[in-house]
C-alpha cells in the first residue's frame, strides 16, 4: 500500500498498494497474469512509529496512515491519508500530511491520479493527471504542477495490478522480480523497482483479524528507483507482509534517514459498489470514493 515525499511511498506499500508515501517525501518485467490474487475492497487504518534512526536529522517519527481500496465496478479506486510527525536533533518538529487518489481500470488501460501534500501547513504544488497504457507502452498527461506528457515503458503497471503480480509471483515460489509501476506520485513518470520475494507464510497467521488469519500471506521488500535519472541507490525501500486478497500489515518504511514501522490498529472489509449490482448508493462504512470522472477532486 505508493512516492515521494512521505506521502508517496506508504501508497507504494500498501498498495503497492502499501505504493501510494516517498516520491511525496523524499530481473524482467512482470505482467499480472489472469490467475492473479483476488483483491478485496477494504479499509485499513496504521499506526507508524520510529523503527530505526540513520545520520539524519530526524530523532522521532510518528504518525497514520488510512488506505482505502473500493470496487467501482470497471476501477480500482484508492485513497490514502497520511498524517507523520518527526522531531530533528535541535527539537525542531516537522508536520507532513499528504492525500492521494487514483481510479485505476481493471483491465490496466488508465490511471486517473491527485496528490496532494502539506509541510507544517504549507502546500506542496498537486501532482495530478492521466495515464494510459497499451500493448506497445503508454504515456501520462501531467495536468499538474505543470502540464507536460511522459511516455511509459512497455508493461508498465499500474498500483493494483502491480500488487497482484507480486503476491502472484511470491505464491508460485519465485524469488525475485522487478518491473515498472507509475502511480502518480512522482511527476517524471514510471519508477524502476526491484522486489524481493522472503516466502511464505500458511494460514492460519497470528493477527487480530478473522477475515485476516485464515489467508496464507507472504513477505516481501520493494526497492524503488527514478527511472529517469537511472540511479541505482533506491529512493525509496518498503517491506510488507500480503495476505493473498492484497490487504497489508507489518509495514516497514525506509525514507533513508530513518524507518518507520506501520501496525494494522483497524480493519474491515467493504462491499463492491452498488451500482455494480444495480442500484446507486454510495459504499458502506461512510467511505467515499473519488467520483467516476477524468480527475479526483
Known sequence: MARVGRAGALAHGCMVIIAGVIALWRGHAVAAPASAPVMVPHRAVYDLSLSAVG????????????????????????????????????????????????????????LVFRADQTENGTPAPRIAGEAR?????????????????????????FPVAYTRAVIAA??????????????????TGALGTYVLLL??????????????????????????????????????QTGMRYFINGVADNVELDFGQFRVAGTLREFRLLPAHDRCMGGAS???GGVVSPPRQRQPA
Not at 496464507?216 to 541505482?232: F, G, I, L
Request: aromatic content about 6%; some cysteine.
Open 133 to 157: 497504457m497499451g500493448t506497445k507502452g503508454g504515456s501520462v498527461h501531467y495536468t499538474a504542477p505543470a502540464t507536460h506528457d511522459v511516455a511509459l515503458p512497455v508493461g508498465t503497471l
Open 55 to 110: 545520520d539524519g536529522d530526524v530523532v522521532t517519527a510518528e504518525g497514520q496512515l488510512t488506505f482505502v481500496l473500493s470496487d467501482m465496478c470497471s476501477a480500482w479506486s484508492t485513497q490514502q491519508q497520511l498524517h507523520l510527525r518527526t522531531t530533528g536533533r535541535s527539537g525542531a518538529e516537522a508536520i507532513s500530511d499528504s492525500d492521494y487518489a487514483v481510479l485505476e481500470e481493471k483491465d490496466g488501460s488508465s
Open 170 to 187: 511470491a505464491l508460485a515460489g519465485r524469488g525475485q522480480i522487478s518491473s515498472d509501476l507509475f502511480d502518480g506520485t512522482v511527476e
Open 282 to 284: 454510495p459504499p458502506a
Open 199 to 236: 516466502g511464505q507464510q500458511a494460514a492460519p497467521v497470528a493477527v487480530p483479524f478473522p477475515a485476516l488469519a485464515a489467508l496464507p500471506a507472504v513477505r516481501v521488500h520493494v526497492a524503488y528507483y527514478n527511472s529517469a535519472t537511472h540511479d541505482m541507490t533506491p529512493m525509496f
